[in-house]
């Protein structure tokens, strides 16, 4: 635990958006960062487990520090950060698709968004035990491997016959409305 309490101080330490609002709220109300950073960690989490937004706010926090982290990724020289990044974002669409079909039966478990949540943090976490490149180097890869020559050839038969119908739909309209011309 004193890891923890460890790596949460040298958080407040760094200086990035999140610390430099403690800052001026510390500033504002004489509260130590520390008590209000904990404040609104327990609100987030009581928020995640009876909250009524708990869906949005859970989406929130998987959405907008990785749609962050991967613009600063693209931004960068190294190609390591990118992968990270598209990995994350794979196994997020692979998780919203599965959750779509599944929602229904999920939203009856408790504290269903609380481990949502959790799973999405693990899915972001840095270092060797990242999440989304755990699933993705054990599940997802063995899958895609096995099976994507099926999809390639499928998408590419679909993309034929959707360019034949688009095709079809585009030629000019006036050449089926014209009556053919005949000499007098």
């Known amino acids: 635990m004193d890891g923890l309490r460890q790596r949460f101080e040298r958080f407040l330490e760094q200086r990035n958006l999140a610390t430099e609002a ?8 004489g509260v130590d960062r520390r008590y209000l950073a904990g404040g ?14 708990a869906s949005l706010l859970c989406n929130l926090i998987g959405f907008v520090y990785p749609a962050y982290a991967s613009i600063k990724a693209i931004e960068s020289p190294s190609k390591e950060d990118d992968t990270v990044w598209l990995t ?8 919203g698709l599965a959750e779509f079909f ?9 504290f269903y968004y609380a481990g ?3 799973f999405l943090l693990f899915c972001m976490t840095p270092g060797p035990w990242n999440g989304a490149l755990v699933l993705y180097r054990r599940v997802i890869r063995p ?4 099976h994507h020559a099926a999809v390639d050839s499928a998408l590419s038969h679909l993309g034929g016959r959707l360019l034949d119908t ?10 089926d409305l014209t009556p053919p011309q005949t000499d007098n």
């Open 22 to 29: 403690l800052g001026a709220l510390e500033a504002r109300t």
């Open 88 to 95: 994350y974002w794979v196994v997020f669409a692979l998780f």
């Open 116 to 118: 949502k949540c959790a």
């Open 40 to 53: 609104a960690v327990t609100l987030l989490s009581l928020c995640l487990l009876f909250g009524y937004g």
């Open 166 to 175: 688009a095709a079809g739909i585009t030629r000019d309209p006036q050449s």
């Open 143 to 146: 899958l895609f491997l096995k």
């Open 102 to 110: 599944s929602d229904l039966l999920l939203f009856w478990f408790p």
